[in-house]
T-cell receptor, first 112, second 113 residues
């Protein structure tokens, strides 16, 4: 079946690294995404990774993909208060139109 | 930078009324999608659209829902007779090819009263 799982909450101290984890079920996934949603706002694409890659780094963001375990993680270095948001993991299905399936989202809160 | 735009940003409608949510995808994109997010819940797939027809739809997308691309730029979602449980944020998305990144609009918040 199609499912993307994430933990619901993460709290980190400002300046520390945040690691948000995600597991997915569809082995035919082609793209895996991380979206950020601030309160009352839309979905902002943060980064994505091809399924044939293991790692992608983009400034403070590092995405790690373990395809064997179907595990995806997003690491945010030097977490700031502006990083407070809900982070959605999503996979692009291998179907003809490649619909995107979202996880439930992880609410990241930053403590001083 | 090109973006997906949605109008209106907020729509309030009475139960039983028809609503049309509008989206302008990025101009050279070929694949279009509607998603919804009930308050506090996950983002759910509704429908995908390619080559002027529905490619895939979810169980949520029943006979009350329809999509249309009436011209070369707009992509609309119609709900014929709204129910209270249709209250949600509706997101439109588009992508250039089937295996490229998807861009989402800012959403339309639909409130059914």
């Amino acid at each position: 079946g199609e499912d993307v799982e994430q933990s619901l909450f993460l709290s980190v101290r400002e300046g520390d690294s945040s690691v948000i984890n995600c597991t997915y079920t569809d082995s035919s996934s082609t793209y895996l995404y991380w979206y950020k949603q601030e309160p009352g706002a839309g979905l902002q694409l943060l980064t994505y990774i091809f399924s044939n890659m293991d790692m992608k780094q983009d400034q403070r963001l590092t995405v790690l993909l373990n395809k064997k375990d179907k595990h995806l993680s997003l690491r945010i270095a030097d977490t700031q208060t502006g990083d407070s948001a809900i982070y959605f993991c999503a996979e692009s299905m291998g179907s003809s139109a490649s619909k995107i399936i979202f996880g439930s989202g992880t609410r990241l809160s930053i403590r001083p | 930078e090109p973006e997906v735009t949605q109008t209106p940003s907020h729509q309030v409608t009475q139960m039983g009324q028809e609503v049309i949510l509008r989206c302008v995808p990025i101009s050279n994109h070929l694949y279009f999608y509607w998603y919804r997010q009930i308050l506090g819940q996950k983002v759910e797939f509704l429908v995908s659209f390619y080559n002027n027809e529905i490619s895939e739809k979810s169980e949520i997308f029943d006979d009350q829902f329809s999509v249309e691309r009436p011209d070369g730029s707009n992509f609309t979602l119609k709900i014929r007779s709204t129910k209270l449980e249709d209250s949600a944020m509706y997101f439109c998305a588009s992508r250039e090819q089937v295996n490229t990144e998807a861009f989402f609009g800012q959403g339309t918040r639909l409130t059914v009263v």
